[in-house]
């Protein structure tokens, strides 16, 4: 084989294999893509500067980046107790009951992985790590499909109503930042910013926005945090809800989705209205997920037996609610529970749990047509009302929030670029502190208190600036369809 012919080999080569990768990352800037993923790779397995290693592996770190309940540690002690329990049952693992916060089904998936990978911390770390990288990746990839469905295709079954108004809505109301919206046929009274090639890239920017934040990638590959599985199968139904392609798919992945973290049941409303409005196919979502819960629960029947079946699943169940054991993290909820008299601890509990579907119903049925915009309000709640927030939380509330143009569009700029901006200010000052408490002591849980505090109010002011935009974009849509009626029946 000549030079040549070696050289033209390894051209195509190339060049396959960058058509390949190109196919891989969708709409997303590859070059970032890659290095995210370099990234993710040298801290999975470690090969970092020694003292950076320790830092990102820190408590401190920890405790705004990884949620306790879904870490390896919990199913390496339900391992640990099921061995001290002869016969060393499934069901041994939850001897005592009020001690393993995994669901059965959880446990009974993760389990042999964990097992499997447990003769080395090392070799644990770099599967997990890797196994979550592709978790990673398969979340931005059902972002930038939902964005571009959304965002991109106007003749969208949740788009066309509104962009029909949005071409004839008198500038008195239209949108602040009227730029940020992503509409075809702008006219010079309504403009966009956007050129077709900018356009195409948006959806892109949302899953880099998730793939490419250091928060995924340190709480993913540093402390082996499995929370992101919650947000792919919500995601999935998501997607399946939107392209309607399949009512039953749609309920079984939202149902996984809420096994896995309870608080997703109220993603069942935005869900429904995500389906055509067809009665049969809704009725249809009902069915499948009552069937599938049934489904599930026959399957954590199996495996646990009749004596503990309803105390093991109450308490996995309501394991992501109660403030009992719950360290110091973002929230504030765990301050309170500290500083509270025993007897309104279960008065506190059910306030606490019950305000986020309080306005379940209410939210539905004033911000029906907007069921993108209900999930992210609905995530943002709970990642306020969450015994244990973390910055988690956060960054998929953003990547959920930027599926929302047109409300992002009505939103003050400045206030909500100051609450963004300020929201990490806080975060970092509470891992400093949280270190200056735990490890150096000469620090106190009040400082910690204050900067949780500080960031939930950032939190709640853009949580807020959004709510006022969707229901201002409502209030728009509505007076211009009234005098669209008003006009065309004068005319007749």
């Not at 320790?54 to 306790?68: A, E, I, K, Q, Y």
């Not at 109503?161 to 919206?181: D, G, M, T, V, Y």
């Not at 506190?348 to 992210?376: H, K, N």
Request: with cysteine; glycine share 4%; net charge positive.
């Amino acid at each position: 084989m000549t030079s040549k012919e070696g050289d033209s080999q390894s051209q195509e080569s190339g060049k396959k294999f960058n058509s390949l990768w190109s196919k891989c990352c969708l709409q997303m800037d590859s070059k970032v893509v890659g290095w995210a993923v370099a990234v993710r790779v040298l801290l999975a397995l470690r090969l970092i500067p020694t003292d950076l290693d320790f830092f990102l592996h820190t408590h401190s770190l920890g405790t705004v980046l990884r949620m306790p309940l879904y870490t390896l540690h919990p199913i390496q002690e339900a391992i640990a107790i099921r061995n001290l329990n002869p016969p060393h049952r499934f069901t041994d693992s939850y001897a005592f009951a009020n001690e393993i916060p995994t669901p059965p089904l959880l446990l009974a998936a993760l389990e042999p992985l964990v097992q499997l990978t447990s003769t080395s911390p090392y070799f644990q770390h770099v599967v997990f790590g890797i196994l979550l990288l592709f978790v990673d990746w398969m979340i931005a990839r059902r972002l930038v499909q939902i964005a571009t469905l959304l965002l991109l295709n106007d003749n969208h079954r949740l788009n066309v109503w509104e962009a029909r108004l949005e071409r004839i809505l008198p500038q008195p109301i239209q949108a602040k930042l009227q730029s940020f919206l992503l509409i075809e046929g702008s006219t010079a009274d309504n403009p966009t910013m956007w050129t077709a090639e900018q356009k195409q890239k948006v959806p892109g920017w949302i899953g880099l926005l998730y793939f490419a934040s250091p928060i995924t990638i340190l709480g993913a590959t540093c402390f082996q945090c499995y929370q992101n599985l919650r947000v792919l199968f919500l995601l999935s139904a998501m997607w399946e809800a939107i392209r309607g392609s399949s009512v039953v798919w749609t309920a079984a992945l939202g149902c996984v989705a809420m096994l896995i973290d309870p608080t997703l049941c109220v993603m069942g409303v935005p869900l429904a209205l995500l389906i055509p409005t067809t009665r049969a196919k809704r009725a249809m979502f009902l069915f499948a997920s009552i069937l599938t819960c049934a489904l599930l629960g026959g399957l954590t029947y199996t495996l646990i037996g009749r004596p503990r079946f309803v105390e093991v699943v109450l308490h996995t169940w309501m394991a992501i609610f109660t403030l009992d054991g719950a360290p110091p993290s973002l929230s504030i909820f765990w301050y309170t529970k500290m500083e509270m008299f025993f007897r309104f601890a279960t008065y506190f509990q059910i306030m606490l749990t019950g305000l986020p579907f309080a306005i379940v119903i209410p939210a539905s049925v004033r911000l029906y047509r907007y069921p993108v915009a209900l999930i992210a309000m609905f995530w943002m709640v709970w990642g306020i009302f969450r015994p244990v927030s973390t910055l988690f939380e956060l960054n998929v509330g953003l990547c959920l929030i930027a599926l929302s143009p047109r409300s992002i569009a009505r939103m003050n700029d400045i206030v909500s670029l100051v609450a963004i901006c300020a929201l990490f200010i806080p975060a970092i000052l509470f891992v400093l502190l949280y270190w200056m408490w735990m490890e150096v002591g000469n620090g106190e849980a009040n400082f910690l208190f204050f900067q949780g505090l500080a960031y939930n109010i950032f939190v709640v002011i853009l949580l807020l600036q959004f709510v006022h935009a969707t229901v201002g974009r409502d209030k728009a849509l509505l007076l211009t369809e009234k005098k669209e009626q008003q006009t065309q029946s004068q005319g007749s």
